[in-house]
């Protein structure tokens, strides 16, 4: 069991463009969860999913952040129009349903993204 | 409104003393409180729920209610415990979990 797997593991993005963030959870787990993390500070939540369902977006941002987790493949972060001000960690963790989270949650390495 | 408060951004104490990492929270239900570690070059992972009133690699935690705190505690501080240490909140039944700021624990020889 590979565990939480977050791709890429760096990624660097100019001013305006697109960054896409790709999370894959653990075997078994069907809720993902989205944080980030700014430097010098502790994880913000920013949205929840299921399969083909968003439980709970309140912590994104309301312009140019989307989420999805499509029945096939892996959660997706995407970001348009990057700003310098959305660089920062990005980090996943999967819960398995039956507890959503109540034993904790499983985390992946992260995605650091620079915005140049 | 939710919040965890970690008010230490630093905590360095010598190999063998006893240390103690404090967590306050702001919630008016009944939480569910956990700790997680962050070593070095390693993804963040569960330390310890305190629903489960369990000793992990010596370290414990109390849910003390009236002081609204939940502090990870260990007697005797070894070097392999230097990492970052986060104070987590969810809501019993609910599925959003909230992070405290983190504090960095640094064990000297």
């Known amino acids: 069991n590979a565990g939480v797997m977050q791709n890429p593991r760096h990624l660097v993005r100019r001013r305006g463009q697109e960054a896409r963030l790709r999370c894959s959870p653990m075997k078994g787990h069907s809720h993902v969860y989205w944080y980030r993390q700014l430097p010098e500070e502790g994880l913000k939540f920013m949205v929840y999913l299921q399969k083909e369902n968003i439980i709970d977006e309140s912590g994104m941002p309301k312009e140019r952040f989307s989420a999805e987790f499509p029945k096939e493949g892996p959660s997706i972060l995407r970001i348009q129009q990057v700003v310098r001000g959305d660089s920062a960690a990005y980090f996943c963790?999967?819960?398995?349903?039956?507890?959503?989270?109540?034993?904790?949650?499983?985390f992946g390495s992260g995605t650091r993204l620079t915005v140049v | 409104a939710q919040r965890v408060t970690q008010p230490e951004k630093l905590l360095s104490v010598f190999k063998g003393a006893p240390v103690e990492l404090k967590c306050n929270y702001s919630?008016?239900?009944?939480?569910?409180l956990f700790w997680y570690v962050q070593y070095s070059r390693q993804r963040l992972q569960l330390l310890l729920r305190h629903i489960s009133r369990e000793s992990i690699k010596g370290f414990t935690a109390d849910l003390n209610k009236g002081e609204t705190s939940f502090h990870l505690k260990k007697p005797f501080a070894q070097e392999e415990d230097s990492a970052m240490y986060y104070c987590a909140l969810k809501e019993a039944g609910g599925f959003k979990t909230i992070f405290g700021a983190g504090t960095r624990l640094f064990v000297k020889a």
């Open positions: 963790a999967s819960s398995p349903k039956i507890d959503r989270g109540a034993y904790g949650y499983t």
């Open positions: 919630y008016s239900g009944s939480p569910e």
